[in-house]
């Protein structure tokens, strides 16, 4: 199965360690965030990734060139224009022929995913989406998922806590069926919004709930605990 890691974004929020370093080579305990996404794909079998970028392209594939240091096949998608995180899987799907069910992961979270327990059950429920989903106390923050069982109904924007359907967020890993992107627009779009959600409603959707660390990196005060902190569990 092939994995497409969405990592194009300017990193404003992150400035100024993105002024001369573009977001997916930022440094946790001194080896690149993406680095670390590609290392776990690598640990559950997964050994072909498109890696799709735009800022200071060039560094990142001077970095990694064919992924042969890491014994994957990589090969970039060079973002022209920022389609957003549905016009740029759409545009991706298209461009490299993927016809088959696929691994989305947002480049900007370290996080070790279960990618093969996330495909075992994405085969077993004949979903057309599996979600990895992260338990916070902080839903306030989040969009939380309401589920029924194991299927996703949708997902409340930072609800109060005594209100929120659960304690479960939207961890950035996904195993896609490539059918439901026909429901996006040409151009640009969100794939939450604009795909996820549509089909949740019709009962497609399914729930991998992520056990592991997890830690959001796009804003500096994020990035500098994620830095501190994935000790715990990483070098």
Known sequence: MKAIILAGGLGERLKPLTIE???????IR???????CIENLKKNGINEIILSIGYKAEKIIDYFGNGDGWGIKLVYNVEKELLGTGGAVKDIVKKFGIVDNFVLVWGDNLADFDIKGMIEEHLENKGMITMSLT??????????ASLIGNKLTGFVEKPK???????????????????VLGILPEG???????????VAKEGKVYGFEHKGYWYPTDTLE?????EEDIGKYAG
């Open 21 to 27: 370093t573009p977001k997916p080579l930022l440094p």
């Open 30 to 36: 001194g080896k690149p965030i993406v680095e670390r």
């Open 135 to 144: 338990e916070r106390e902080d839903v306030e923050n989040f969009g939380v």
């Open 161 to 179: 806590r005594e209100e929120a359907p659960s304690k479960l967020i939207n961890a950035g890993a996904f195993i896609v069926n490539p059918k």
């Open 188 to 198: 640009k779009s969100n794939i939450e919004r604009e795909c996820f959600s549509i």
């Open 222 to 226: 994020k990035y500098n605990f994620a």
